[in-house]
């Protein structure tokens, strides 16, 4: 698409900060409800389809049951019915239905999961509603910037990037002769992932970054949350998580290198708890990235990833960027969904 103003050369937005990207893809005077999907143009899909030269198909997707820690949201609830119980039929056959909390696994947060705090609003200035969320019986009269939108675009096809902050920080621990604790990256301590790790990460693996690709960081996270031993259990209740560092500056890096999303294995992608201005310890609604990202930018963000078997692969092959798909559930009014995510080499 035309060339995206940087985060300081975007239109002011009135009674918004600088930075905020409402009205930049609206087309023929139509709110837009994709965001940064829009910069996903048949060029860029194009080039990301050359990845994908190997053969090799990688699954992102964590078992909706995995997450032994579901940090509040329920687990899923799945129940099988024989055919001949539901009287469909006399004959040998199965149904099964599902029922689960959409962010209680691998999951994207559509644009209007976190609003920007002080004003309420989603995505492009929509005033999300229980009603308007609820009552669309088809993505045609949905009028909410939720996930059920990509498919009418084909949903998410681009290159992914994997920043394995992980292997990387134990790789520079080992050369410089650490051992134990010390020489481990943990998840459930206080790492925050700056720009400058991830740009190093990135020079280390070889990666240049292009627009539209999709950034995705790994902490180790859900390797720790599917079977944790007693010292992570102990770590959990300080509450301090790894993740992306929450700040304005990364804000303003993740708009320039204009990502078409970010994705990671951590719980929130950003680091828990937030960080204040004023460098004090914040709560849940102090979060930072989510407003910017989700809110002011449109860019979706994808959590609990399952990373470790890509990780293996990237290690092993030296090749860190890949063909990338991701569709939804198709859902009018779909808040957060399973990424239904493949990494193709």
């Known amino acids: ?69 579901p940090f509040g949201r329920n687990p899923p609830i799945h129940s099988i019915t024989a055919l001949t119980d539901s009287g469909l039929s006399n004959g040998s056959g199965w149904d099964d239905s599902l029922t689960f909390n ?41 009028t909410m910037p939720t996930l059920d939108h990509w498919h009418a675009a084909g949903g998410l096809v681009t290159r992914g990037v994997l920043i394995d902050i992980k292997a990387w920080y ?65 770590k959990m209740q300080k509450a301090q998580l790894a993740g992306v560092h929450g700040d304005i500056s990364t804000a303003r890096w993740l708009w320039n290198k204009h990502f078409a999303a970010v994705a990671g294995d951590s719980i929130a992608f950003e680091a828990l708890m937030p960080l204040k201005e004023d460098g004090s310890l914040g709560a849940p609604e102090d979060l930072v990235l989510h407003p910017w990202l989700l809110s002011m930018f449109g860019m979706p ?16 092959s030296g090749r860190y960027t890949f063909l990338l798909t991701s569709a939804p559930l198709n859902v009018p009014g779909l808040v957060g969904s399973p990424p239904n995510a493949l990494a193709i080499f």
């Open 1 to 69: 698409m035309a060339h995206l103003p940087d985060f300081d050369s975007l239109p002011p937005v009135e009674g918004m900060p600088q930075g905020c990207a409402w009205g930049i893809f609206d087309k023929a005077g139509e709110k837009d409800f994709l965001g940064t999907l829009n910069i996903l143009t048949p060029s860029i899909v194009a080039s990301a389809c050359k990845e994908a030269r190997d053969g090799i198909s990688i699954s992102l997707n964590w078992p909706l049951n995995a997450n032994i820690v």
């Open 102 to 142: 959409t962010q209680a696994s691998s999951q994207w947060d559509s644009l209007v999961h976190w609003a920007h705090q002080p004003s309420r609003l989603a995505y492009n200035g929509i005033r999300a509603t229980h009603s308007l969320l609820s009552t669309p019986t088809s993505s045609a009269e949905n």
């Open 170 to 234: 134990e790789a520079n621990a080992a050369k410089q002769g650490k051992s134990g604790d010390d020489a481990v990256f943990h998840p459930l301590e206080e790492h925050r992932i700056t720009v400058r790790d991830i740009e190093n990460c990135a020079k280390h693996e070889g990666v240049e970054f292009r627009p539209g690709d999709v950034l995705i960081v790994r902490t180790g996270m859900t390797e720790v949350l599917e079977a944790p031993e007693a010292a992570d259990l102990a």
């Open 301 to 316: 963000i994808g959590e609990l990833w399952d990373l470790k078997a890509l990780s293996k692969h990237c290690r092993e």
